[in-house]
């Protein structure tokens, strides 16, 4: 692709619109604005064009006005409450010194495109200039009502810490390499950090590159409020109607749901049948007073789901070894003896929450720090000071549907 040829021929450098659902209202509630460049041989995508920074800036600024001016043109018939997103590398924005794009927006506010419907949806992984200048040109966007989406999240998550300061309204999240089951829990935890992410700053999650049901229902699950991607609809010259996939996201909301709802009723059963079997093997060998002798009873007795226990004060000191199991027997590992565990995520809250309803609790899935393995946690009182941490296998754990 030349660019000269794509800046002396702007009458066929043209808008595509996708259109991006809202979970709560099964929807279109927005559409990104992408640039396409009609040829002898069909329309290509203008995404290269715009990311190459061999391309003189001005010419990537002025190519990338007159596709939206063209977009808004079309878009001055919808509703008010459409929103519309616009990709702009963190470089290229800073480099517009004579704000043609705040102009450009401004320009059509009396013809029915409110700044407050653009979304501002920046790239700012590869910025090189000062941070602190592309978060004061962001708050002077949004003085107008521009809001600001942080893109290129999920492949690359080591500038949270950047994100997190620009306070983005919302977070952009590509599900690329989530494409099916087989790729690994850690890649989907990292996904879920950044839903506790955008909730704690308080932004939006968006979704995109949701190319299989599978992808749409990890959307669902956490935490995203936005879709977008080829499994729902792909880019079109024209928009939609906003309702043109109402009943198939209800659809497969209503599937989401039962499938979730089934899960939790099979973990607070277990939960419950693990209540049950712990507290009948406690009160039969109630007589072991000694923490070690105890937990090498019930290490036999559990030798099906456990690998590793221990007993804790409220405070989060452990009062007994390790009971272990390494190569099919356990062994008693006496160095654990007063660690504290408080430090870890939720351990002080669930210590409460057990005392208070005397019954015990199921962790979430997580991977064990020693063992590197996906494990889950039973934890229930001995006594009104000293509790039981269970760890159970990944074995035991993948043989239990709704537990892996």
């Known amino acids: 692709m030349d660019a000269l040829d794509i800046m002396t021929d702007l009458d066929n450098a043209i808008p595509f619109f996708q259109p991006i659902f809202s979970a709560d209202e099964h929807r279109a509630i927005a559409y990104e604005i992408l640039g396409r460049y009609r040829t002898p041989n069909g329309l290509i995508s203008l995404g290269p064009f715009f990311q190459d920074t061999e391309i003189p800036e001005e010419y990537r600024l002025e190519v990338d006005l007159a596709i939206l001016e ?161 499994y729902l609809m792909e880019p079109a010259a024209n928009f939609v109607d906003s309702h043109i996939l109402k009943e198939k996201l209800k659809n497969e909301c209503h599937e989401f749901i039962l499938s979730e709802k089934k899960k939790l009723e099979t973990l607070f059963a277990l939960s419950e049948e693990f209540n049950t079997r712990i507290h009948e093997l406690l009160a039969k060998h109630k007589r072991l007073t000694d923490y070690s002798q105890l937990l090498q009873t019930l290490a036999i007795e559990t030798d099906d789901m456990a690998f590793r226990m221990y007993i804790c004060d409220e405070d989060g000191f452990q009062k007994s070894p390790n009971v272990f199991k390494s190569s099919q027997n356990w062994i008693i590992q006496p160095e654990y003896i007063e660690k504290n565990w408080s430090w870890r995520p939720y351990f002080l809250e669930n210590i409460i929450k057990m005392r208070k309803e005397r019954k015990g609790i199921l962790s979430d899935r997580y991977n064990d720090i020693e063992t590197g393995e996906t494990i889950r946690t039973f934890c229930l009182p001995v006594n009104s000071r000293h509790f039981l941490f269970i760890d159970l296998s990944s074995t035991y754990l993948y043989d239990r549907e709704g537990l892996f």
């Open 70 to 230: 063209k977009a808004f043109e079309q878009a001055v018939h919808l509703d008010g409450d459409i929103l519309f997103f616009i990709n702009r590398d963190a470089d290229l924005l800073m480099y517009d010194h004579e704000q043609k794009l705040l102009q450009l927006i401004l320009s059509f506010q009396e013809r029915g495109v409110s700044p407050d419907q653009v979304v501002l949806e920046v790239s700012e992984r590869n910025y090189d200039g000062k941070f602190e200048d592309l978060d004061h040109l962001l708050r002077y966007y949004r003085t107008y009502g521009i809001k600001v989406a942080i893109d290129k999240i999920g492949n690359d998550s080591s500038h949270l810490d950047r994100i997190s300061q620009l306070e983005p309204d919302i977070l952009k999240v590509s599900l690329q390499l989530l494409r099916s089951t087989a790729i690994g829990p850690a890649y989907q935890d990292v996904l879920f950090s950044l839903s506790l992410l955008a909730r704690k700053i308080g932004a939006a999650l968006l979704f995109e590159n949701i190319e299989t049901a599978f992808q749409l229902r990890f959307a669902w699950k956490n935490g995203g409020r936005y879709y977008q991607g080829h």
